[in-house]
């Protein structure tokens, strides 16, 4: 069996929801405009990274989502995403703060660790280069507000950033953000990861691995008003068996792996 950090985040945010996903087949329908645009722009950036045509990418890999009929939040329109795209590739070109030495074999690649269960964990690194001449563990992420900063040393909390610096052995890690705003901003967040981290991230994945395995999928509802994380979830109508939300919302796929498909996506 493969594990992936997606697979460990979603248990632990609601063991039932993994259940619905991972083990139920059931999947959230591909209409968020957020999300497949994010899917397009990466491609983009690994284009612009070897010196290929990356709006040209961008334009191709995103006009295949046009006509889907997709959700869109706020402003957002099909055009509005592709001219913040353009003037993101843009901005990244001019800072040039980032630097892959092998862009066509050191980006997306596949890193796998051994479990004690005799199982795998993959994870697929966005890029490993170089932030301002430091080497590092590079991911792309794109979003429509700023990741916060402060305070200074926050990013090193981040549960994947963690996971990328064990699956590598690399400390140093940076997340590049692609901000899609009125004025668009692409942020560098570094982060320093500790031994001690690294510890105890391998030992969450090997808990929960075996709470997955032992089949412990009890229901984490994040009904508590006014934060309602159950809302926003996908997998809501199956909690309340109401067929409408599912047909609304999901598609069932028995039988695909739906983690290694996450770590290529998310």
């Known amino acids: 069996m493969n594990y ?3 697979q460990i985040s979603q248990y ?11 083990l139920d087949g059931w999947q959230e329908k591909d209409t ?5 645009f994010g899917r397009a722009f990466e491609q983009a950036v690994a284009a612009l990274l070897r010196r290929e045509d990356a709006a040209a990418v961008l334009f191709a890999q995103w006009s295949q989502s046009k006509d889907l009929g ?8 099909w055009d509005r995403m592709l001219q913040q795209g353009l003037q993101l590739l843009e901005r990244f070109a001019q800072d040039g703060r980032i630097h892959v030495p092998h862009p066509r074999s050191h980006q997306q690649i596949q890193f796998t660790r051994s479990l004690s269960s005799g199982n795998r964990f ?5 890029a490993l280069g170089e932030l301002d001449g430091t080497e590092c563990v590079l991911e792309w992420k794109t979003a429509s507000a700023r990741y916060p900063d402060e305070p200074a040393g926050l990013s090193a909390l981040d549960p994947q950033l963690i996971c990328y610096s ?9 997340q590049v953000v692609f901000v899609r705003k009125r004025l668009v901003e692409v942020q560098y967040l570094r982060a320093t990861i500790s031994e001690d981290q690294r510890r105890e991230f391998a030992t969450l994945v090997e808990d929960t691995v075996r709470r997955i395995e032992s089949g412990l999928f009890l229901p984490h509802s ?3 008003f006014p934060q309602n994380p159950c809302t926003s979830c996908p997998f809501l109508g199956l909690c309340l068996d109401q067929r409408a ?3 609304a919302q999901l598609v069932r796929t028995p039988g695909v792996d739906r983690g290694l498909f996450d770590e290529l996506v998310y």
């Open 166 to 174: 064990w699956m590598t052995g690399i400390a140093d890690v940076a």
């Open 4 to 6: 992936s950090y997606t």
């Open 70 to 77: 997709l959700s869109y939040s706020g402003n957002d329109t």
């Open 32 to 36: 968020r405009s957020a999300l497949l």
């Open 222 to 224: 994040g009904i508590r």
């Open 12 to 22: 632990l945010a609601c063991p039932r929801k993994y259940r619905h996903r991972y």
């Open 245 to 247: 939300l599912v047909e």
């Open 122 to 126: 993959i994870a697929y690194i966005d």
